[in-house]
């Protein structure tokens, strides 16, 4: 199992899931999570402890965000591909994906945490430049990511009849 499988696991992703995180308000809602996480992170220079509120309800918005909008009526845009791209990413030890989209996506996951790392620096010090930085690095990483998995799910949505049923 992947380590992007075990988290999957985590935030209880069914196929249920799945189809509603392919609905492209999802996916661009989505976007907000890190700026919301980095505020009420840095909430806790007014808020104390307190902070931690804000930072349980963004979790929650983190977990509840797959789940609240509804299955898209097609799956055929760039948002919903990017989602079923994941999937096959996700499912990659079972069902191999092309050797050209092994390399990229794992590049960009490093790019992205290396971002990330950036982000952690600039909120334990109360640093914006670094906090921005990485924010940008990580956005970067990330968008660039989803492109690849768009592009994976063209090049193998012919090759397995349950990718192919995803498209609609």
């Known amino acids: ?62 977990w509840i965000n797959p789940r609240i909008f509804p299955p898209p009526a097609s799956t055929n845009s760039w948002a919903a591909k990017a989602v079923l791209g994941e999937r096959v990413w996700l499912n990659r030890d079972k069902i191999p994906v092309p050797e050209h989209h092994r390399r990229i996506p794992s590049i960009l996951s490093i790019v992205s945490t290396t971002g990330m790392l950036f982000v952690i620096y600039g909120l334990v010090t109360f640093n914006i430049w670094s906090t921005l930085l990485g924010t940008v690095v990580v956005y970067l990483g990330k968008l660039w990511f989803i492109d690849r998995m768009v592009w994976l799910y063209e090049d193998m949505k012919d090759t397995n009849a349950e990718y192919r049923s995803w498209l609609y």
């Open 1 to 62: 199992m992947t380590l992007e499988s075990k988290i999957a696991a985590a935030f209880s992703m069914s196929d249920d899931t799945w189809a509603r995180h392919a609905n492209p308000w999802s996916v661009g809602t989505r976007f907000t999570v890190l700026p919301l996480l980095i505020l009420a992170i840095w909430s806790r220079a007014w808020l104390g402890w307190r902070s931690l509120i804000p930072i349980s309800i963004v979790v929650v918005w983190m």
